[in-house]
């Protein structure tokens, strides 16, 4: 018997419960990737801000040895990204970066402004400072500072991570707290994700004395 041209045989769709199972399984392989892809993203933005802040740490070396200037620029306490023009208490030598004022970038790869903390000594434009003057920026490795990193920093930087908005660990909230003690040690997952580099008196001094500048 010929088979009708216009018969059709029924379509077979997805049912319920199989519909279910494959949903269960894409979840469970985005449960397994998410992890992961927040991760490298996190090691991305982790490693463009480093990239970020060497570049600042060269603008300020920079600033330092220009023939008009010879000094660290003060932070930046208004928010205008200019450096202010002076700093001698305690609270106007932490402020953010006067990256206006360094050519660089305004914010790091979190959407901050860099902390930008300054020994008032290296700041002062009125009284040029010498081979023997000395850093009193502290960086620590815990908010105690029971071990100090360094204790006489010329000049301190500090990205404040994805987190600093959240309720901080006692270690991050050192980073902001507007006095001069630092902390600075390695990524705790969910928890301390700052990155803080310094510059010593000894660095400073060896790009100005190259530069002609010092003694």
């Not at 920026?137 to 994805?162: D, E, K, P, Y």
């Amino acid at each position: 018997m010929p088979l009708n041209p216009y018969r059709h045989n029924p379509a077979h769709g997805f049912t319920l419960l199989e519909m279910a199972v494959v949903l269960a399984i894409v979840g469970l392989l985005l449960g397994g990737l998410l992890p992961v892809m927040s991760g490298q993203m996190e090691q991305q933005r982790r490693n463009e801000t480093r990239k970020y802040m060497d570049e600042v740490r060269d603008a300020l070396l920079g600033y330092a040895i220009s023939t008009s200037n010879k000094h660290l620029p003060c932070p930046d306490t208004n928010g205008d990204g200019t450096a202010e023009a002076a700093c001698t208490t305690v609270a106007q030598q932490v402020g953010t970066l006067p990256y206006k004022d360094l050519g660089v970038a305004e914010k790091d790869a979190y959407g901050n402004v860099l902390v930008y903390a300054v020994t008032r000594e290296f700041a002062d434009g009125a009284t040029r400072f010498t081979l023997s003057t000395a850093g009193t920026m502290r960086v620590c490795t815990t908010a105690a500072c029971a071990a100090n990193l360094t204790s006489t920093a010329a000049a301190v930087i500090v990205s404040r991570g994805a987190n600093w908005a959240n309720t901080p660990s006692a270690d991050e909230a050192e980073n902001t707290d507007g006095d001069t003690d630092f902390v600075s040690h390695d990524f705790v997952q969910n928890g301390f994700d700052d990155l803080a580099v310094w510059i010593s008196p000894s660095i400073l001094f060896n790009r100005m004395v190259t530069a002609g500048q010092l003694p």
